[in-house]
């Protein structure tokens, strides 16, 4: 694969690249390492195959990917009741799910206890502390999927921006993949690369899907970015509101049902989380076909080709909420059957999956 052929890959259907200068110099001179790092914390939802997609697309670029395992991570969120063996099974999910993404054996699965165990990670982590201001650090608490002002109860949370930027030094990674929701972390590690003379890591950040109720008919106007950046957060798609998201263990009849009850007004565009499910999980930046099919009176089957498309047509009515449900239901009923079906027939994974459901719901 050429480089351009590797920079396209990277980078479709990605909502920013930090830079993409340093991007482009790192694939021509190789194709150096990167990571994603995820909380452990339930059963994988819809809104994760975004960005794990995306490392499906980083490992095929010839980047030395890393998953890190956020155990240490999800214990000071509080997950899972901070339960710390039970969030190590969630890993092991999770790690199955990326795995049935046709990568398995081509990226290295680090936990948190791997880096966190070393004397060296304390250390570094003072230096980062010692240049970072206060003010900077509770900015960031948006990363934990908390406001700006949730760090006073429990003083951990405001070491958990540290960790992430930690994480990056230990790795020694060139590439930081994450969600949008990722991005202070992944900023304050760049500022604090420059101020202690380390390597600045390149940042990709993947959209985030809204939950299914989506963000209702709510006036944005005059809010702040910080304001907006918190909204988005408290709707996107969520483990811990079950009934936001899709999981990868649902039936087909229970995605089914999800997709036809998600907020889906006609004409509206953003904000649809039916709408951002086909921009970012059937099309993904590429030209593909979605065939949505109408009513013979409202002119038949209709071939659809990429996401601009999708939007013009949907924001001019030509295409109806329920045949955009409907086509989305099928395509996600078809790309997960097979992801659940060798979760279930593994009796480990089978196990690891009720361990963590019953501890979900109780």
């Known amino acids: 694969m050429d480089v351009e052929s590797r920079i396209k890959l990277v980078t479709r259907d990605v909502a920013e690249v930090v830079t993409m200068e340093e991007l482009r110099n790192l694939l021509e001179t190789g194709g150096g390492s990167g990571y994603l790092g995820f909380e452990p914390s339930g059963i994988f939802h819809v809104g994760w195959f975004v960005w794990a997609l995306k490392f499906k697309d980083l490992v095929d670029a010839g980047i030395k990917m890393n998953l890190l395992a956020a155990t240490w991570h999800a214990w000071v969120n509080d997950k899972l009741g901070g339960d ?64 700006s002002d949730e760090g006073e109860s429990d003083f951990s949370k405001l070491i958990y921006p540290l960790m992430q930027v930690t994480d990056i030094f230990e790795l020694g990674v060139d590439v930081a993949l994450g969600g949008t929701d990722q991005r202070k972390a992944h900023m304050l590690q760049r500022d604090v690369a420059e101020k202690l003379k380390k390597r600045k890591v390149i940042a990709i950040h993947t959209p985030l899907i809204p939950s299914l109720q989506g963000l209702g008919r709510m006036d944005l106007t005059g809010l702040s970015e910080e304001a907006l950046e918190e909204l988005m957060m408290e ?30 007004p006609p004409r509206i565009v953003e904000g649809n989380p039916v709408i951002e499910i086909a921009k970012h999980l059937i099309f993904r930046g590429e030209e593909r076909k979605l065939t949505i099919d109408r009513p013979q009176k409202f002119g038949g089957p209709i071939d659809v080709w990429s996401q601009e498309e999708l939007v013009r047509l949907y924001a001019s009515g030509v295409i109806h909420p329920l045949d955009l449900k409907n086509a989305v239901a099928n395509y996600l009923i078809d790309f997960m059957k097979p992801i659940r079906e060798k979760l279930f027939s593994n009796r480990e994974y089978r196990e690891v999956i009720e361990v963590i459901s019953r501890s979900v719901s109780r």
């Open 235 to 264: 709707h996107k798609m969520s483990k811990s509101k079950p009934e936001s998201a899709i999981f990868v263990t649902d039936s087909d009849e229970v995605i089914r049902d999800k997709v036809l009850k998600a907020y889906c």
């Open 84 to 147: 710390m063996d039970l969030i190590r099974t969630a890993a092991k999910h999770v790690a199955a799910v990326i795995d049935s993404l046709g990568i398995e054996g081509r990226y290295r699965l680090v936990y948190a206890e791997d880096l966190v165990d070393n004397s060296g990670y304390w250390a570094t982590l003072l230096r980062v502390a010692k240049s970072a201001s206060l003010a900077r650090v509770r900015r960031a608490l948006t990363i934990l999927g908390r406001r």
